[in-house]
């Protein structure tokens, strides 16, 4: 269930945060994740959180006396029943969903299971519970890599994803449920995050294992825009969420955008390009063996952009990232002891 996966002092409230208790009593689905890790110790901190019930199959071995773990396996048909006493007993009025995978999964069935099956679970417990508020972690990823993207996708571009791409299509299906359950509940704040793919010195996912491959696959003639948030501004526009009341969807990335290109050489890689067709078939081969986190299906990010525009974010939410694109990535690569860019700032 869990996976490997803003800024405290954003600015004021804004036109559009809605009406809130002064204190809340959160559920974190997902605890013992790297971000449900973080999210739990930034939240014990907060005067305004008086209960964090914590939620996963394994305990996030975070011990503090607002914190109380209950065990619960998503890929179980008794979790929406196990959840909804959780959430009933302990009076919980704002869920966060972060019990996603960080990289596609070559169990594609069990992690559709944990991922998608899971998130109704989550949904039906909240539903039957009536929270007030329910924040989705989610990914720019939805919008998927095409030829005919803009520069940058607002809120309202159209959910593509990559054709066979099972993780992908997971998350636009959360996303879709979400839709679901705000028109059934209109009166229950829903918040999906839609984070860049995510880098630092500690975070591990598909994006930082492709960054440190020793020789990254790139497509020959093409060298995309790319676009990161650092793990830091994740946990700062999780908690932002939890924190404030706005509904809807929200792109969450660092400033600035790079080429591919000058993204490896930051990390000391030298791409090995190779024609569209045999990039494919190369990384199907390595996926079979697995040997890489990513499927072929993935090769599309290497050709064309998505990236997305974090505009309402900042507008509506207050969200102000402490890295850019760049800042993050030399983060990145500073703590993996890495790349050119890190040399050039020591």
Known sequence: MSPETGNGSTAGSSASELVRPERSRVAVIGAAGFFGRALLERLVGSERCELILAIDHRAPHIHDEKILYRAVDLTRPSAGSELLIHLQNHAIDTVVHLALLSSPSHHSAWAHEVEAIGTVHVLNACAEHRVRKFVLLSSTLVYGPHSKNPNYLSEDAPLRGLQGSRYVGDRIENERQLQRFKQEHPDTVCTSLRFAPVVGPTVRNWITRYLTFPTPLTVLGFDPLIQLVHETDVTDALALAVHRD?????????????????????????GMPLPGPLARGWVRTLWLAQLVSTPPTFVNLLKYVCVADGRRAREEMGFRPRYSTRDALIAFAGGRKLGDLVRAES
């Open 246 to 270: 706005h509904d809807g969807a929200f792109n969450l990335s660092g400033d600035g955008v790079l080429p591919l290109s000058a993204a490896l050489k930051a990390c000391g890689r030298v």
